[in-house]
């Protein structure tokens, strides 16, 4: 086998949840190129349908597909939807996920004045509806496959050290690197060796979810934290969304056939960096 081969998604379907986003969709654009065809899942239609059709027109294929994942039925219909378009699902990335300022400490709210609910949501949306309830449903449509099949989820620098301002991301996050490896490990044993289940964990990127806490709207420039945090990355950078494609692809394919149970970062060297 060429190594180039071993990269090579040809005849695999993959899906995104969440790929009508800035992250999931630079995600779905990468299993794209590397011949899947892909089922991008999003809350709103239209941004799915764009994602999909960036694809198509790079040569590819894809579709875009509805899902709430606070709601399992409508999960499920997606799933059911994937799998009569297609006829089965190869590959899972569980790409939903967020914050909001509810969840968030400011000079504004403190921690004993956030509200619950507000937690409670950031929580569902990264790990129960996010990663939790999508793995039920589609890994039981890909116990089907004799050659197994591969989950990945996002975690966050926050399962490596949690960041201030943000308890419940960081508390999500820290939850799901901890369920992707447990399971990995329950798939191996009482499934298929063949399933097998890793996780990314970006480090920071600008998005719209915290572009509030990094940029200063007034003057374009870093906020304190922003500083910070390009202060603690050795390559002195935000990632882009292209930065996670690789990675992805290689947890996709044949190349990590021997890979189940890991988190990888993807931050610029942040995690590996003690301040000194």
């Known amino acids: 086998m060429q190594v180039t081969d071993m990269f090579d998604l040809s005849g695999k379907v993959a899906v995104v949840t969440g790929g009508g ?7 779905a654009q990468g299993l794209g190129a590397a011949g899947a065809t892909v089922a991008i899942a999003d809350l709103i239609p239209a941004n799915a349908d764009a994602a999909a059709q960036r694809i198509i027109e790079q040569g590819g294929t894809a579709k875009g597909y509805f899902i709430d994942v606070f709601k399992k039925e409508s999960i499920q219909a997606c799933c059911d939807a994937i799998v009569a378009d297609f006829g089965e699902v190869n590959i899972l990335v569980n790409a939903v996920g ?3 300022k509810g969840a968030t400490t400011s000079p504004e ?3 004993f004045e956030m509200p619950g609910e507000a937690i409670q949501k950031v929580v569902d949306l990264n790990l129960v509806g996010g990663t939790v309830i999508p793995s039920q449903v589609f890994i039981k449509a890909m116990l089907k496959n004799a050659a197994g099949g591969s989950i990945i989820n996002i975690s966050s620098m926050n399962s490596f050290r949690p960041l201030t301002r943000i308890p419940g991301y960081s508390a999500a996050k820290s939850a799901v690197s901890n369920f992707t490896q447990w399971l990995a490990v329950h798939l191996a044993q ?3 060796p063949k399933l097998r289940v890793n996780a990314v964990a970006p480090g920071f990127f600008l998005t719209d979810q915290n572009r509030f806490l990094l940029i200063d709207e007034k003057t ?4 304190p934290r922003g500083k910070a945090i390009i202060g603690h990355t050795p390559m002195g950078r935000y990632g882009v969304p292209e930065d996670l494609v690789g990675v992805i692809v290689w947890l996709a394919t044949d190349a990590s056939r021997f890979v189940t149970g890991i988190v990888v970062p993807i931050d610029g060297g942040f995690s590996a960096f003690s301040g000194v």
């Open 21 to 27: 986003g800035v992250l999931g969709g630079a995600i």
């Open 190 to 192: 009482e499934y298929s």
């Open 98 to 100: 967020g914050n909001m």
């Open 220 to 223: 374009g420039e870093g906020t």
């Open 109 to 111: 709210q403190s921690f």
